[in-house]
């Protein structure tokens, strides 16, 4: 498991720091984080081994990778 802030770094972070505009909503799991933004996109970083991000593709992240286009949030 790695310290998936999502700032590009694998540095550990003491303080808050920007990740993306527009975010409404976040959840954080075991090793991956998810967003939603106020255009109803998803967006994932971090660990997606065990396709946690909904994409069969095996990979981590240590930015935002968008997941889903719009989830259609008014």
Do not use: C, K
Not at 26 to 32: D, E, I
Not at 36 to 43: E, K, Q, V
Not at 49 to 54: L, M, S, V
Request: aromatic share 12%; no cysteine.
């Amino acid at each position: 498991m790695g310290n998936f802030v999502g700032d590009g770094t694998w540095i550990i972070r003491r303080s808050p720091v920007f990740i993306m505009d527009g975010v409404v909503s976040v959840s954080s799991g075991m090793g991956h984080r998810m967003a939603i933004r106020s255009d109803g996109s998803l967006w994932g970083w971090g660990s997606n081994f065990d396709e946690q991000f909904g994409l069969d593709v095996g990979f981590s992240s240590l930015v935002p990778v968008m997941v889903y286009e719009g989830l259609g949030l008014r």
